[in-house]
């Protein structure tokens, strides 16, 4: 079963609310790509203030603490240039939206495929990702001015969070149904996967022929 993406449901969870977040930013917010970009930079610092912290609490645990606090400070440099200076990537930030939307979007696809295999029917819940798929892809040709596109933007990254929270629901069920079979299967490799019919489950009666001494007798 595919799972990539979705090894726990905090991770698909996380990235809904942050796409949920920003898509109402860039959607009703006013000068919403430089505001994007400003969010994005105070997560890159939050982000790296946290592994910092946490690299100097397991500096004597682990040899790795070196590179973990290296990066924490990459982070937060680059937070803090960005935040300072919004309006270099500010103009790109609807092609990069578009992007994600495509890599997400279709990491949600093969999920819920994988899902389906296991849960049956749910073509409804491909809609939105599919939807979350084209509209990225319509991002990259950024046919109008870049208010409009921002606010398209916005609203597409709403329902990738949407989609990402149906998705973490259908990923929860169906982690948990591969799991019962596996068990079932580790058991008895020979149990089946399906609920077999009422005639498989028939079998022939075997008969067998009783010998009775009086009767024989009668005969004779």
């Known amino acids: 079963m595919i799972t990539l993406g979705y090894k726990t449901k905090f991770d698909s969870v996380t990235r809904a609310i ?12 006013g000068n919403a790509p430089t505001l994007v970009v400003k969010i994005i930079a105070g997560l890159l610092v939050a982000a790296g203030i946290a592994s910092l912290i946490y690299g100097l609490i397991k500096s004597k645990e682990t040899g790795f603490y070196q590179l973990l606090i290296i990066n924490a400070g990459l982070d937060i440099a680059l937070g803090l240039l960005l935040f300072f ?11 990069a939206i578009g992007i994600v939307l495509i890599l997400f979007g279709g990491l949600q696809l093969l999920a819920l495929a994988g899902a389906m295999s296991l849960l049956g029917a749910g073509f409804s819940s491909l809609l939105l990702s599919i ?3 084209v509209g990225g892809a319509f991002l990259l040709f950024n046919p109008f001015t870049i208010n409009v596109m921002s606010i398209i933007a916005g609203c597409l990254l709403i329902v990738y969070g949407v989609a990402e929270l149906i998705s973490a629901f259908r990923m929860e069920k169906a982690r948990a149904e591969f799991e019962i079979r596996r068990t079932e299967y580790s058991v008895n490799p020979n149990a089946r996967t399906t609920t077999p019919s009422s ?6 009666v075997n008969y067998e022929k009783i010998e009775d001494p ?4 009668d005969m004779d």
Do not use: C, R, S
Request: glycine content about 12%.
């Open 199 to 204: 005639l498989e489950d028939a079998k022939e």
């Open 85 to 95: 200076n919004p309006q270099w990537i500010a103009g790109a930030i609807v092609y």
């Open 214 to 217: 009086e009767i024989q007798e």
């Open 131 to 133: 939807l979350a798929v």
């Open 18 to 29: 942050a796409a949920i977040g920003i898509g109402l930013v860039m959607a009703f917010g």
